[in-house]
Nanobody, 126 residues
Framework: QVRLEESGGGSVQAGGSLRLSCSAS??????????VAWFRQAPGKDREGIVN????????HYHDSVKGRFTISRDSANNTLYLQMNSLKPEDTAMYYC?????????????????WGKGVMVTVSS
């Protein structure tokens, strides 16, 4: 069973930076097209995918709202996924979740993805 655990959340002023980490364990070999992703859910809003990465090719896809400000990366040796968040805005305030799924899952809504971390809170003040 895949286990994911996020860390690095916190409070920051607008314009600041944070780096989230997601430690992963329990992967099994043989997944044809595994994908990792970061999602967020702001208070009172639906969960939204903000970036995903195809593990076999390192191809990445960013939501327009974070493009140019957030960067996904990974340390394969340590099974850790990162999200570097720069130029943070108050509208980035949300719970942030890492997720592991397959090609065909919905990386805009998270529908179909079975492996999730518990999330970390990011609060950006103006």
């Amino acid at each position: 069973q895949v286990r994911l655990e996020e860390s690095g959340g916190g409070s920051v002023q607008a314009g600041g930076s944070l780096r989230l980490s997601c430690s992963a364990s329990g992967f099994t070999a043989g997944r044809p097209r595994p994908i990792v992703a970061w999602f967020r859910q702001a208070p009172g809003k639906d969960r939204e995918g903000i970036v995903n990465m195809y593990l076999r090719t390192n191809e990445t896809h960013y939501h327009d709202s974070v493009k140019g400000r957030f960067t996904i990366s990974r340390d394969s040796a340590n099974n850790t996924l990162y999200l570097q968040m720069n130029s943070l805005k108050p509208e980035d305030t949300a719970m942030y979740y890492c997720a592991h799924g397959e090609y065909g899952d919905d990386y805009m809504t998270g529908r179909g993805i079975r492996n999730w971390g518990k999330g970390v809170m990011v609060t950006v003040s103006s």
